[in-house]
């Protein structure tokens, strides 16, 4: 995948990425505001039944003093007084009704006549209409009558203080009851307030009632009158309100978040796939292009070699044949040593990998390599000094792979460094390890590389690719062997100071 598809891949998932994340807020915002419109709703609900309640009440309270009262046998005095009595017998009525000249009844013709007309009824139905619109007359005049006196029983109470209408008790009671029906079960503070010389006084309630800025406040009236001059309201509100939104909110926020960040970790995560795939692409295409030429120059070599041997026209003295033969060997082993090497990593790679364990030396192998190694720093006019002070350097472990593991670093100290190398190899006893130091005074590593130099293929780049010989595989199997030994290994470096590898062994006996 090209560099152009990658970017063009990575803003249109940033974009699907940013698009989502707004729609959720959108979504989460509007769930909020409906969150909101609708427990207000039903707070007011709350407080409309309430103030209902309390009206309920007030009459229960009238018929409770009408029963005692017994005023159900007052008459009211309002209204036309056609029967005056319930006990005035009907054709008595009917007869002072014709005499004053009102009505005007015939018996012959068996209708009843007014001076606008003629109402027929008959003598066999006189008696029951009579008495059917007697009875019907009470009860009109006594529900009118009952409610002049509800008025004046109304007036009266408005009168009172609001104290005096409903106790803290009743009201507190009512209020819980409803919001419970409701499914608010929030704590809640109230308070009564009421005219007091033209202004609204808290006359009942909780003492501490004080709603803060930010906080919803819902009111309504109570013993409502167009003709009180002292209007009630009871105020409600929450003190933990946003609080309690916020975790009604949760339920369908908090899935909505999780869903989000585990989207965007998978798009942050597939780019750094994505890209960390190109990366260790080119670092493979780049280890390929110098693989092919690190087997090429010797296989040159050897190959011009065997042809100066088949050459009949050039002297074939025994100098001569040893000088050929000789670097056909050398160059024969540095193939072999760079084709195991790719083994080697292909073993790693397929978990095949198997060591040896035995009680081994640090400090001798150490020497060993030392002074081995010391012939090619000594060809360059450079220095290899050791300090191998550690007194005990036992660990168990496989003894051809260690060597292989300090050849590899002495192998970088001395290809990395500058013109004259310089090489310090140290051993010392920390608690119950041995640490192992390989130093340099060579080009140094920067920070940005020091973090990639144990990965496969990868090596540090110097300019050229292949002014440094290698595959990149030295770091990343010196790692390797070091952790399976159960150690650790630690780099320190300075560009243009150096470098310091620091390996670190359980001993035996520590």
């Not at 159900?72 to 029967?83: A, E, W």
């Not at 068996?110 to 606008?116: R, V």
């Not at 419970?180 to 309630?205: F, H, M, R, S």
């Not at 003190?239 to 998978?266: N, R, W, Y």
Request: glycine share 4%; aromatic share 8%; net charge positive.
């Amino acid at each position: 995948m090209s560099r152009k598809m990658i970017n063009i891949l990575a803003v249109v998932m940033a974009v699907a990425v940013a698009a989502m994340v707004w729609v959720q807020l959108n979504t989460i915002t509007k769930t909020a505001k409906l969150l909101q419109k609708n427990t207000s709703a039903n707070v007011y609900k709350v407080l409309s039944d309430v103030s209902e309640l309390l009206d309920i009440e007030e009459v229960k309270l009238f018929f409770q003093a009408e029963a005692q009262a017994n005023l159900q046998d007052v008459k009211p005095t309002l209204g036309l007084n056609l029967y005056p009595s319930p006990k005035t017998d009907p054709s008595e009525s009917l007869e002072k009704l014709g005499r004053s000249g009102e009505l005007t009844v015939s018996y012959n013709h068996n209708t009843i006549k007014n001076p606008k007309g003629n109402l027929e009824i008959r003598e066999s139905q006189l008696s029951l209409n009579i008495a059917s619109m007697q009875s019907f007359y009470n009860r009109q005049t006594e529900r009118q009558s009952q409610l002049l006196r509800y008025k004046d029983y109304v007036l009266v109470r408005s009168e009172m203080k609001i104290t005096e209408r409903v106790t803290p008790e009743f009201l507190r009671e009512a209020l819980e009851s409803d919001l419970k029906d409701k499914g608010i079960p929030n704590a809640y503070k109230y308070c009564v307030k009421t005219t007091i010389n033209g202004k609204l006084e808290k006359v009942q309630g909780d003492l501490d009632y004080n709603p803060g800025k930010g906080t919803t406040e819902y009111k309504t009236a109570i013993f409502y009158d167009q003709t009180s001059t002292k209007p009630n309201f009871l105020y409600l509100y929450f003190p933990d309100q946003h609080k309690e939104q916020l975790k009604a909110a949760s339920e369908f926020v908090l899935p909505s978040l999780l869903l989000t960040v585990i989207i965007i970790g998978i798009f942050v995560f597939t780019l750094q796939i994505i890209l960390r795939q190109k990366k260790l692409s080119q670092i493979k295409n780049d280890f390929i292009n110098n693989m092919t030429h690190e087997l090429k120059t010797p296989i040159s070599t050897i190959s011009l070699a065997s042809q100066m041997l088949k050459d009949n026209s050039l002297v074939h003295s025994p100098s001569t044949i040893d000088h050929i033969s000789g670097v056909i060997f050398d160059e024969s082993k540095r193939l072999s040593s760079q084709v195991e090497k790719v083994l080697q990593m292909a073993v790693f790679n397929e978990g095949k990998l198997k060591l040896k364990f035995t009680e081994i030396d640090l400090n001798q192998i150490l020497s060993m390599a030392a002074a081995n190694f010391e012939l090619r720093v000594t060809n360059s006019n450079g220095t290899l000094e050791t300090d191998l002070s550690a007194a005990n350097a036992l660990i168990s472990g496989d003894e051809i792979h260690i060597t292989n593991v300090i050849f590899n670093l002495l192998d970088n100290a001395e290809k990395y460094s500058k013109d004259i190398p310089r090489i310090e190899i140290s051993t010392e006893n920390k608690g119950s390890w041995v640490i192992v130091q390989i130093k340099d005074y060579g080009i140094g590593i920067s920070k940005e590389n020091l973090i990639q130099i144990f990965e496969r293929f990868y090596r540090i780049p110097t300019g050229n690719v292949h002014n440094v010989k290698g595959f990149g595989l030295g770091l990343s199997y010196v790692k390797r062997i070091v952790e399976e030994h159960h150690g650790k290994i630690k780099v320190e470096s300075t560009v243009g100071k150096g470098s310091k590898f620091r390996l670190f062994f359980p001993v035996i006996n520590s």
